[in-house]
């Protein structure tokens, strides 16, 4: 291969990516029955019929052969504890509870760096195992578990948001900040913000665990730095809304005690939003912040079901997220299953067009991201998986008799997992590979 073209690759399969939200445009997607993707210095050069591209790769550049597959932007979960990977499953009655019982127990033990570093570890090659190139993910309160994901993901070079939990009161004392903390999260900041591929997400827990000084200053360190993230919880559950309201009665709503904060803004990503109303998406939408939908944590701790419809009548900007460890899988197809799912029981349908989009141009949407990740449009980072349609017995059945792309994707919607995923790619390299 000529010097020049050494940096490129290529890949000759199905290709499907989107430009707009199916749920709005009914041609906002891109499908290539026989196409072909072009990736220069890790960066998508060209994605398109194959017959149209082919004759464009320099001699030497030999397409890798994935036909029979189907090569999409690689998922991205917009919430998610890597913290709490090895407390996925516990049995509780409820979120505050399972917090208490669980949760706080397994984060104590992120003051160790050793066991952060191990932990991270396998999250990330859990995540691309599942075909997730992109996370917005929750530490603790320790600077040494942000150091901890971050340096394991600087290794992978994959593109990752994360940071530090702010959290200074209703915890353990072996979990609460001092007043430095969110001093801490400043040269956290200052260390990882936009080093390589890496994004800092500014973190407070959820406002029940911080007091109204810690939110003020976590609001300050916001407007000094604007393109940072912000993750937070709100609305998962009935009883954690109650006590919001106890402790805010000026507010009027939970989602209002942030915005009175200065907590509402682009790049601002609230998990859950499940007991939102009318106003309370009005001003998602207002403010340019995101809401991270979990279905699977939500069914799992009976917090309730997430409306889809009220949602996009306001034109909030919506994702999906694993919530792992609330959330039972790290697959994101697993998490449109349920999405499915929950958009029924609340009267509304989610084709599986959307439900794709949501995990990939819709998150970047919704992270501040288009034209960083998410698509295949020229110059887009290229982080993308390939999909296998017959990975299971089952599968292969059912895609064999498909008679449109919305019955493949539905088909891998509601039947796939980790096993779908045939190879993933990070900045043109892979990353993993299903043998």
């Not at 996925?88 to 509870?97: E, T, V």
């Not at 290794?155 to 530090?164: C, D």
């Not at 999260?185 to 913000?193: F, N, P, Q, R």
């Not at 009267?347 to 919704?366: C, D, E, H, K, Q």
Request: proline share 5%; net charge negative; hydrophobic share 40%.
């Amino acid at each position: 291969m000529s010097t020049a073209f050494k940096n490129m690759q290529a890949y000759r399969a199905s290709l499907l990516h989107f430009h707009a939200d199916p749920a709005f445009d009914g041609a906002a997607h891109a499908w290539h029955e026989d196409g072909l993707l072009v990736v220069e210095d890790g960066r998508v050069k060209a994605a398109g019929d194959y017959a149209a591209l082919a004759d464009t790769l320099p001699a030497g550049v030999t397409p890798h052969d994935y036909r029979g597959q189907l090569i999409t932007p690689g998922f991205i979960d917009t919430h998610l504890h890597y913290p709490q990977t090895d407390m996925i499953a516990s049995p509780a009655p409820g979120l505050l509870p399972w917090l208490e019982t669980y949760t706080f127990p397994t984060e104590r033990r992120f003051e160790d760096p050793a066991h952060a570093r191990a932990t991270a570890e396998f999250f990330l090659d859990e995540l691309l195992r599942c075909g997730t190139t992109t996370a917005v993910v929750y530490c603790t309160v320790h600077p040494q578990s942000v150091d901890a994901f971050f340096e394991a993901s600087e290794a992978r070079n994959l593109r990752m948001v994360a940071g530090k939990v702010l959290m200074d009161r209703h915890c353990p004392d072996f979990l609460r900040d001092g007043e430095g903390g969110v001093g801490t999260s400043a040269d956290l900041i200052e260390k990882w913000h936009k080093r390589g591929r890496q994004l800092y997400a500014i973190t407070p827990r959820f406002a029940p665990t911080s007091t109204d000084a810690q939110l003020r200053a976590t609001a300050e360190l916001a407007k000094a730095y604007p393109d940072t993230f912000i993750q937070t919880h709100v609305s998962e559950n009935k009883d954690e809304c109650k006590w919001v309201g106890e402790l805010h009665p000026q507010a009027r709503s939970y989602l209002d005690v942030y915005e009175r904060f200065g907590l509402m803004r682009p790049r601002a990503l609230f998990g859950h939003c499940i007991w939102l109303d009318d106003e309370d998406f009005a001003r998602m939408a207002a403010t340019g912040s995101a809401a991270a939908v979990c279905p699977t944590s939500n069914l799992f701790l009976g917090s309730g079901l997430f409306d889809f419809e009220r949602a996009d009548g306001a034109r909030t900007l919506l994702s999906l997220g694993t919530d792992v460890g609330a959330g039972t899988s790290f697959s994101m197809l697993q998490t449109m299953n349920e999405a499915y799912k929950v958009a029924r029981l609340k009267g509304s349908y989610l084709p599986a067009l959307r439900m794709f989009y949501l995990a990939t141009l819709g998150a970047a949407r919704a992270m501040g991201l288009e034209g960083t990740v998410g698509s295949f449009a020229p110059g887009t980072e290229a982080d993308f998986i390939v999909l296998d349609p017959k990975a299971t017995p089952l599968l292969a059945r059912r895609t064999a008799q498909r008679e449109s792309l919305e019955e493949l994707l539905f088909a891998l919607a509601l039947l796939g997992d980790d096993r779908v995923i045939k190879a993933t790619y990070a900045a043109g390299t892979l990353v993993h590979s299903r043998t």
